[in-house]
């Protein structure tokens, strides 16, 4: 069983940063694909970004070039750093992790922007 467990979000004026983190107990944390997911009220969960279990990354076309993803594998530990953020970039955040064939989420960590 692979607990992960998200911190950081809150709330932000429009044009702020945030920093979220999700901490993967996977013994494999280094190779397994990862993301961020994230649902706005009344909206279907969407992908923000993923990083494969080679490093590469990929980008929800509406945070490309404000969003990094990255992961530190001595923590065991996904972030996503969050720049220029815009009142519709509300919504609850979720990670994953891929685990021996198994998917696993973060409980989500919400995430406000006012204007």
């Known amino acids: 069983q692979v607990q992960v467990v998200q911190s950081g979000g809150g709330l932000v004026q429009s044009g702020g940063s945030l920093r979220l983190s999700c901490a993967a107990s996977?013994?494999?944390?280094?190779?397994?694909?990862m993301g961020w997911y994230r649902q706005a009220p009344g909206k279907q969960r969407e992908l923000v970004a993923t990083?494969?279990?080679?490093?590469?990354?990929n980008y929800a076309a509406s945070v490309k070039g404000r969003f990094t993803i990255s992961r530190d594998n001595a923590k065991n530990t996904l972030y996503l750093q969050m720049n220029n953020l815009a009142p519709e970039d509300t919504a609850v955040y979720y990670c994953?992790?891929?685990?021996?064939?198994?998917?696993?989420w973060g409980q989500g960590t919400q995430v406000t922007v006012s204007s």
């Open positions: 990083m494969s279990s080679g490093g590469n990354t």
């Open positions: 996977a013994s494999t944390f280094s190779i397994s694909p």
């Open positions: 994953n992790i891929v685990n021996a064939g198994r998917l696993y």
